[in-house]
């Protein structure tokens, strides 16, 4: 079913999380960026439309000027953003340029998607970007958000922008391989989910944990996701982003993943 859903999809958002985009230095991995380029390039030549989620700003920001790590400020965390903005897109400029690929940059905040106007022109822009053969980086806006207009997460973020656009697939690239029945770093014997089409019997399945990262903070967010798409009759899976070719091993229906179906 995972490789009958990629050879349908034509208009794909890839959203990619911190931890993926990080080595283990606790650095954006250049060389991550690099293969992903070189993935999305294949699938470019072969016709698909993608767009990139992207996250990583705020350790962007600290690879690039090593201060203001430990300050809660939130003047000093967008800072951060504001700085690691230009280097995140530097490095995404640089990867694609070695296929001859442009990027452009878009910022988002609860509020575009909100206000009809200015969905409508996130949507047009976007189509422009594809119909001139341009990857569109999406990310949070943080440098100006308050909590009023936060989205808060990029899985939402990409749920959003998939729906806008009118995405075939939205695929989260992760540090897990999907949803298991219950915390697979605390329970040896946790077990993939493989596809979801109930989220109700989903729900009953899993074992929220609390405030642990499997829960309110890590695999809530994914559902959350999955359920906006879902809803608008787009299939969603999520996958560890770290496994080799990922995209290319997802298309051929051999990573483990968890499948999201309408």
Same mark, same amino acid.
């Given at each position: 079913?995972?490789?009958?859903?990629?050879?349908?999809?034509?208009?794909?958002?890839?959203?990619?999380?911190?931890?993926?985009?990080?080595?283990?230095?606790?650095? !954006?991995?250049?060389?991550?960026? #690099?293969?992903?380029?070189?993935? !999305?390039?294949?699938?470019?030549?072969?016709?698909?439309?993608?767009?990139? !989620?992207?996250?990583?700003?705020?350790?962007?920001?600290?690879?690039?000027?090593?201060?203001?790590?430990?300050?809660?400020?939130?003047?000093?965390?967008?800072?951060?953003?504001?700085?690691?903005?230009?280097?995140?897109?530097?490095?995404?400029?640089?990867?694609?340029?070695?296929?001859?690929?442009?990027?452009?940059?878009?910022?988002?905040?609860?509020?575009?998607?909100?206000?009809?106007?200015?969905?409508? #022109?996130?949507? #047009?822009?976007?189509?422009?970007?594809?119909?001139?053969?341009?990857?569109?980086?999406?990310?949070?806006?943080?440098?100006?958000?308050?909590?009023?207009?936060?989205?808060?997460?990029?899985?939402? &973020?990409?749920?959003?922008?998939?729906?806008?656009?009118?995405?075939?697939?939205?695929? &989260?690239?992760?540090?897990?391989?999907?949803?298991?029945?219950?915390?697979?770093?605390?329970?040896?014997?946790?077990?993939?989910?493989?596809?979801?089409?109930?989220?109700?019997?989903?729900?009953?399945?899993?074992?929220?944990?609390?405030?642990?990262?499997?829960?309110?903070?890590?695999?809530?967010?994914?559902?959350?996701?999955?359920?906006?798409? !879902?809803?608008?009759?787009?299939?969603?899976?999520?996958? #560890?982003?770290?496994?080799?070719?990922?995209?290319?091993?997802?298309?051929?229906?051999?990573?483990?993943?968890?499948?999201?179906?309408?």
């Amino acid at each position: 079913m995972l490789k009958e859903v990629f050879q349908r999809s034509k208009k794909i958002v890839i959203k990619i999380g911190s931890n993926t985009l990080t080595g283990a230095d606790g650095f !954006v991995s250049k060389s991550y960026l #690099n293969e992903i380029a070189n993935q !999305v390039a294949e699938g470019i030549q072969k016709g698909q439309r993608i767009l990139i !989620v992207s996250s990583g700003a705020r350790v962007s920001g600290l690879s690039a000027i090593n201060k203001w790590a430990r300050s809660a400020d939130i003047h000093y965390k967008q800072a951060l953003c504001a700085i690691g903005q230009v280097e995140l897109m530097d490095s995404w400029r640089r990867a694609f340029a070695q296929h001859s690929l442009y990027v452009g940059q878009i910022l988002l905040t609860k509020d575009d998607f909100e206000d009809a106007h200015r969905a409508l #022109n996130i949507r #047009n822009t976007l189509f422009t970007l594809m119909d001139e053969g341009v990857v569109p980086i999406v990310n949070e806006n943080d440098t100006t958000c308050v909590e009023e207009i936060k989205i808060g997460d990029n899985d939402n &973020l990409a749920a959003l922008t998939a729906i806008l656009w009118g995405a075939d697939l939205l695929v &989260l690239l992760s540090d897990v391989e999907g949803v298991f029945d219950k915390n697979p770093k605390q329970h040896a014997d946790a077990k993939l989910i493989e596809m979801v089409k109930d989220f109700g019997e989903l729900e009953a399945q899993i074992q929220m944990s609390g405030l642990s990262s499997f829960g309110t903070g890590g695999i809530q967010t994914k559902i959350e996701a999955a359920k906006k798409v !879902v809803g608008y009759g787009i299939p969603m899976v999520l996958t #560890n982003g770290k496994t080799p070719c990922v995209l290319k091993t997802l298309a051929e229906g051999g990573a483990r993943a968890t499948l999201f179906l309408p």
